[in-house]
């Protein structure tokens, strides 16, 4: 399982936004995951994250898997999200997202993901629609992509896609 790169300006993994999780992703077998420990400063109602977080957290969860699959970031088209139950402050969850693999184009991806506690209880579903970024659109995003490990280091496509990479 290898650390994906994080956005430096990002609301979800941004080090330089302190409005934001502070989170880490990682591309795993099947797509991308993350931990997330339910934080106070992320309530809705008192003692219940709010849903525009657990909505945040899977969008871009299944976007990293889409874009890894797209060999291009993509962009949010279109986000369905089914909250099943509400999730309590402190608890440790993991985000997952996939790309479904039943791909018919290169213009737009589905993708798909959760959020389950340890024991396998699922809080919220996603399912959304995604689009590749020009490859002009994408620069801009590489200047503030850094590696998780090394935040001075900056990410190239090569890194992200390696021979996959979307010319
Ligand atoms: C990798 C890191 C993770 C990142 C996670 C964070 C991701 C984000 O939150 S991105 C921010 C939120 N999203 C955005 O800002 C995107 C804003 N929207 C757009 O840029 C455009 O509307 C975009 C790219 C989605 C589509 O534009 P465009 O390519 O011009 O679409 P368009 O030509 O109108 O339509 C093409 C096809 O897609 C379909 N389509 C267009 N928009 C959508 C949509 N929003 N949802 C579903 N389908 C759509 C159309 O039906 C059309 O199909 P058809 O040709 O069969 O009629």
């Not at 797209?70 to 997952?96: D, H, N, Q, W, Y």
């Not at 959304?128 to 496509?157: H, I, N, W, Y």
Request: contains cysteine; proline residues 5%.
């Amino acid at each position: 399982m290898e650390k994906l790169p994080r956005y430096s300006e990002c609301f979800i993994c941004g080090r330089d936004n302190p409005a934001g999780t502070d989170i880490t992703f990682i591309r795993t077998e099947e797509g991308v995951a993350c931990e997330y420990l339910a934080a106070p400063k992320h309530n809705g109602y008192r003692g219940i994250i709010h849903g525009g977080i657990i909505s945040a957290l899977l969008d871009e969860c299944v976007g990293w898997a889409v874009s890894l699959r797209a060999g291009r970031m993509c962009v949010t088209g279109e986000l369905t999200i089914r909250f099943r139950k509400s999730l309590p402050v402190s608890t440790k969850v993991t985000v997952k997202g996939f790309c479904d693999p039943e791909q018919k184009t290169r213009r737009l991806f589905r993708g798909y993901g959760h959020i389950e506690d340890e024991a396998g209880t699922v809080y919220a579903k996603a399912e959304g629609r995604f689009f590749p970024m020009s490859e002009e659109a994408q620069k801009p995003v590489f200047e503030c992509l850094k590696m998780a490990d090394a935040p001075e280091k900056a990410v190239t496509p090569a890194d992200i896609w390696g021979e996959d990479c979307r010319k």
